[in-house]
C-alpha cells in the first residue's frame, strides 16, 4: 500500500484508505499495539459503505439505469467511504465465457465514477444462487470471470477491492475452501498486493467463520460475513422467501435481542483476534414491511456493534428493497440514514 510501509497491515486494512494511499486509521488499530487494544472511540475512522446496482436495469439498458454518477458524490457527501459493487456477471458471458464489451464498459464507467468521487470500490461477484445449485459451471465461470477482471483492472488504485464470490452456500459449501483457493491464485497473478475480500461458505455466516481456510502469508485479505438476524423481524413479509412470507408485526429490541447481537459480534472479533484478520460485515439490513422506528433501532445497533468492534460495514443495499435511497424521491430515506451515520443525517439531498 503506498505510504503505508510503516503500519501494520491489519491496521491500515481495518481503517480507510482513501484513494491515493492516504490512511485514516481506524477500527482494527488495536492490533498494532498489541490483541486488545483499541483507539478511544473515533468512530468517524469506520469504513462504512452501502451495497449498490445489483438489481439496477443499468446491466441490461445503461439508458434505463436508476443508479446515476451523481448518486456517487451524494453516497460520499452522506459520509459513506466505499460502495459494494453486485455484479451478476454470469448472464453476460457467451458460450466461451467471455464477458461482453457493453457489460464492462458500463462496469469500467462505475468504477471510475466511484473512484473519483473519493470512493474506494468492492468488486463483488454475486452470483450466488447459480453457485448453490451447479458447482462444476459456476468453478468455470468464476474462474472466467476473475482471469478477465483481474487482468483488466490491475493497474487500478488500492482504492478497489476484490470480492470473489458473494454468500457461497448449498453444493458450493462443501468445496468452497477449494474455490476460493483457485480463484485467489488467479487474482494474485495479476495482484499480488490487491486487498481481496473472503467469507465464510453457509450464506458468508458468522458461525462458519473457523471452516474458512486461508493463506497464513496472504495479509492482504479482509474477511467478510453477513448479518441479518433474527431474520424473522429483517425478511417479515419477504416475497421471495416462503418461510417469512406471512409473517408481519415481529418486533425487536428486547435485552435478549441486544444481547443475541453482542455475542454474535463478540465472537466474530474474537476470531478476528486469534487470526488476525480485518472483518467487513458485507450486508445487514431489515426490509421495510418491519416498522419503522424498530428497523431504525436494528440498524443503528448493527451498525454500532461492528464499529465498536473495529468491523467496518456495508449497507444493504442503495436502492430496490431495503432502501437508504428513495429513488421516487430521488433523497436519502433520513431515518435509515441517520441510524447508519448519525452524525451526517442531515446530508445534503
Known sequence: MAGAQDVDWYETLG???????????????????????????DRAAAWRGVNIVGYDPIWQSPDQARFQPRHFAAIRAAGFDHVRLNLHAFAHMDAQQRLSAAWFSTLDRL????????????????????CSKEVPACRSRLMAFWQQVAQRYREQPDAVLFEILNEPNGQMDAVWNEVLAENLR?????????????????WNNQDHLESLQLPEDDRRL??????????????????????????SGVTWGTPADLDRLKGDFDRVRAWSDRHRRPVLLGEFGAL????????????????RAAEARGFGWSYWQFDSDFIVWDMRSDTWVQPILGALIPERSQASR
Do not use: C
Not at 28 to 33: K, L, S
Not at 186 to 202: H, Q
Open 222 to 247: 479482509i474477511v467478510t460475513f453477513h448479518y441479518y438476524a433474527p431474520m424473522e423481524f429483517t425478511h417479515q413479509g419477504a416475497s421471495w422467501a416462503p418461510e417469512y412470507q406471512k409473517l
Open 111 to 130: 468504477v471510475g465514477e466511484a473512484v473519483k468521487a473519493g470512493l474506494q470500490v468492492i468488486i463483488d461477484e454475486h452470483d450466488f444462487i447459480a
Open 15 to 41: 481503517g480507510l484508505v482513501l484513494p491515493g494511499g492516504r490512511t485514516r486509521g481506524g477500527g482494527i488499530a488495536r492490533h498494532v499495539g498489541g490483541a486488545g487494544q483499541r483507539p478511544g472511540g
Open 288 to 303: 421495510e414491511t418491519g416498522a419503522t422506528p424498530m428497523r431504525v433501532a436494528w440498524t443503528s445497533a448493527v451498525a
Open 186 to 202: 488467479i487474482i494474485r497473478a495479476t495482484n499480488p498486493t490487491r486487498r481481496v475480500i473472503v467469507g465464510p461458505k453457509f
